[in-house]
């Protein structure tokens, strides 16, 4: 059950490691699943709040408890590219347990 309203669609890539090279360790993403989700604008003054500083293009996702992620995974939604910012939190007591974390628009690589 996911809580609140879901309004997007996640796809999730984790990261593997593909053993080592010349450079060092050769990292890959590789398509894990996609998921309904509740995104929504992470307003300045939360920002301000937690980091002290604007974040610009984040956001807050709210998920199913029982989806696995990790803060390495790479994340798309519309074609565009996020990377979680922090880690994700456990919320597994209340009415409706899930997961919450903030994402943040990617902007290198792209």
């Known amino acids: 059950m996911i809580p609140l309203f879901p309004n997007e669609q996640m796809d999730i890539y984790t990261l593997q490691n593909n053993g080592y090279d010349y ?20 307003s300045p003054s939360s920002s301000l709040r937690e980091f002290g500083k604007m974040l610009e ?3 807050i ?10 803060d390495t995974d790479q994340l798309v939604v519309n074609n565009i590219k ?4 922090g880690s994700v939190e456990t919320w ?6 899930h997961k919450e974390m903030l994402i943040q628009r990617l902007r290198k690589g792209e």
């Not at 597994?92 to 347990?97: A, R």
Request: aromatic share 16%.
């Open 57 to 59: 293009d984040t956001y």
């Open 23 to 42: 450079y060092g360790e050769k990292n890959e993403y590789v398509y894990s699943q996609t998921v309904e989700v509740d995104m929504q604008p992470y």
């Open 92 to 97: 597994n007591h209340g009415v409706l347990p």
């Open 61 to 70: 996702v709210i998920f199913d408890i029982n989806i696995e992620i990790s």
């Open 82 to 85: 996020y990377e979680i910012v």
